[in-house]
């Protein structure tokens, strides 16, 4: 693959091709890069290549050459996912990168020359919007395989039709969740006013009730009183005798 670096207007600094063939690992790729005249690579944090340029002034242009990466034979770009047009951590974040929907003047247009060799100073990049489109536009439009995913089957056709594929998914999902959730919020209003029918206290009824048994309380307490009566009566005149 092919690293260069250029001024603003296109023309070459300095470049590099290089064999991916004899690094046995990343890190030694990014020395390599390192050993580029005008060029800057380190891994970040969470194992991303970064490739800069040290000068504000200059750019970096990347060509795929020859290069095939991983067990998808990507080019060097796509496995590395320089410059990607979309960005995520996730599905739920999945987004065109915020500096593109900005202005257009971080779309790569341009493309780095595959001639043998390059001469500094000369112009050595092509740019052609029309092309960039159309391999967009073929990219969206055309047959992609997708693999299966939360709880989509496996399906091949184009991001279009799997977008909607997705937008009908969930909506399937939102309107089953849903009716679930009226089904549920009904069980428990029944259940609610079952349990309330057979263990709430009704007011009007226990007032009643206490009413009636202070009644037989009271009655109770004066049969009580005239029996305790009778029998001091009785005692008293046994005691006479």
Known sequence: MRLAVTDSSGK???????????????????NAINGVSGLSA??????????????SNTGVSIAGLTSSVGSAGESFSDYFGLNDLVTA????????????????????LATLSSSA????????????????????????????????????????GSFADFASTIV??????ASQASSTYSAKEAAQSTYANSLSSQSGVNLDEESAR???????????????????AMFTALVSAVSST
């Not at 969470?46 to 040290?54: E, F, N, R, V």
């Not at 990049?125 to 997708?146: H, V």
């Open 42 to 55: 380190s891994i970040d944090s969470s194992g991303h290549l970064k490739i800069a340029t040290t000068a």
């Open 89 to 108: 951590t996730g599905a739920s974040d999945i987004a065109v990168r915020s500096d593109i929907l900005s202005g257009k003047t971080s779309l790569s």
């Open 117 to 156: 060799t390059l001469i500094t100073g000369s112009s050595v990049l092509s740019s052609d919007g029309a092309s960039a489109a159309n391999a967009l536009y073929d990219a969206l439009t055309g047959s992609t395989s997708f693999k299966a995913v939360g709880g989509l089957a496996a399906v091949t």
């Open 168 to 173: 009908s998914s969930v909506a399937g999902k």
């Open 210 to 228: 206490l009413s009636e048994l202070q009644n037989k309380y009271t009655a109770a307490s004066q049969l009580i009183q005239a029996i305790n």
């Open 12 to 30: 070459l600094i300095s470049y590099s091709d290089l064999d991916l063939s004899s690094y046995s690992n990343v890190g030694d790729l990014v």
